[in-house]
């Protein structure tokens, strides 16, 4: 098993900016990919973006092309998205998850970060 720490989460403005961190520990040697994913209130939890932790090839939502970032930093088993013009819709909750294999599913999550964007 992986363990997940996210953080970076608060409360911001329309158009600012947020970079969530995911800290990860334990087996972090079987890691595949990870991806963030988000949760907004009475809505479906959804990928939001993916990396491959050898190579760093990403995936987005389309609908936050342009917007968001995934890195990775290796040496500290860490993830981030970088968040930027920020709309009220991206208020969710954030989880980070670990995907162990290419054809398996995301099997160790984070306990979550809550982002507001608000006025």
């Known amino acids: 098993q992986v363990q997940l720490v996210e953080s970076g989460g608060g409360l911001v403005q329309p158009g600012g900016s947020l970079r969530l961190s995911c800290a990860a520990s334990?087996?972090?040697?079987?890691?595949?990919?990870m991806g963030w994913f988000r949760q907004a209130p009475g809505k479906e939890r959804e990928l939001v973006a993916r990396?491959?932790?050898?190579?760093?090839?990403?995936y987005y939502a389309d609908s936050l092309k342009g917007r968001f970032t995934i890195s990775r930093d290796t040496a500290k088993n860490t993830v981030y998205l970088q968040m930027n013009s920020l709309k009220p819709e991206d208020t969710a909750v954030y989880y980070c998850?670990?995907?162990?294999?290419?054809?398996?599913?995301?099997?160790?999550w984070g306990q979550g970060t809550q982002v507001t964007v608000s006025s």
């Open positions: 990396i491959r932790w050898s190579g760093g090839s990403t």
């Open positions: 998850a670990v995907k162990p294999t290419s054809w398996g599913t995301y099997d160790s």
């Open positions: 334990g087996r972090t040697f079987s890691t595949y990919a």
